[in-house]
């Protein structure tokens, strides 16, 4: 699209109401520890740190999430979770879980034999960065971010995909946008300078 009427204000997505706590993260089912803090001002860091997310001030948004896992309160942003019980191994096998009920079972209720395999496929080392992709060759603009926190979603985003949660990597994607990274999944590549054509003419 383009416009002559000056309204930038149309292109912006509108602001998401996160309702009266500030934040869409509820605290994990089960989790009746005591906490350090009040849950009122868990919800107070939760909602300074997604502020600070939506104005791309990753710094303060990672130091928020370290304050509060100083206090032994876990974070879980793919589930959108909180816990101070410090049962962090229950994330992980609900996630398992919720993969064995989306497509893990045939009709009978029986595992199926593709997914017996699936699993049992060795995992594959991404190397330090934790994926393969890799800033286009002709990319020299600068960066909104620090690469490192860059390489980190990119890692996170391929994890979700792996475990078939893609909406989650649909909103990593999302999220490396609005700070103008685009990625081009075919060509494993990423870039900051918009130049969409150099894509086009290598695929």
């Known amino acids: 699209e383009w416009r002559t009427d000056g309204n930038l204000?149309?292109?912006?997505?509108?602001?998401?109401?996160?309702?009266?706590?500030?934040?869409?993260?509820?605290?994990?089912?089960?989790?009746?520890?005591?906490?350090?803090?009040?849950?009122?001002?868990?919800?107070?860091?939760?909602?300074?740190?997604?502020?600070?997310?939506?104005?791309?001030?990753?710094?303060?948004?990672?130091?928020?999430?370290?304050?509060?896992?100083?206090?032994?309160i876990n974070v879980n942003d793919r589930l959108k979770e909180w816990r101070c019980d410090g049962n962090t191994d229950r994330w992980r096998s609900e996630r398992r879980n919720e993969e064995f009920r989306h497509g893990a079972q045939d009709e009978g209720g029986r595992m199926s034999t593709?997914?017996?395999?699936?699993?049992?496929?060795?995992?594959?080392d991404f190397g330090p960065k934790g994926h393969d992709y890799s800033r286009a060759q002709d990319d020299y603009?600068?960066?909104?971010?620090?690469?490192?926190?860059?390489?980190?979603?990119?890692?996170?985003?391929?994890?979700?995909?792996?475990?078939?949660?893609?909406?989650?990597?649909d909103n990593i994607k999302e999220d490396l946008e609005t700070v103008g990274i685009h990625v081009e999944d075919k060509l494993k590549e990423w870039r900051a300078d918009g130049n969409f054509g150099a894509w086009r003419n290598a695929r």
Do not use: C
């Open 9 to 72: 204000d149309g292109w912006r997505r509108p602001v998401q109401n996160f309702g009266p706590n500030g934040h869409d993260y509820v605290r994990a089912q089960g989790d009746a520890a005591d906490l350090p803090i009040s849950e009122d001002e868990v919800n107070e860091v939760l909602r300074l740190r997604l502020e600070a997310k939506l104005k791309r001030d990753y710094s303060t948004a990672d130091s928020l999430k370290d304050d509060l896992f100083d206090l032994g």
């Open 114 to 124: 593709r997914f017996e395999e699936r699993a049992q496929r060795p995992k594959k």
């Open 141 to 169: 603009s600068e960066l909104a971010m620090d690469e490192e926190h860059i390489d980190e979603m990119l890692a996170e985003r391929l994890q979700a995909k792996m475990e078939r949660d893609f909406n989650t990597a």
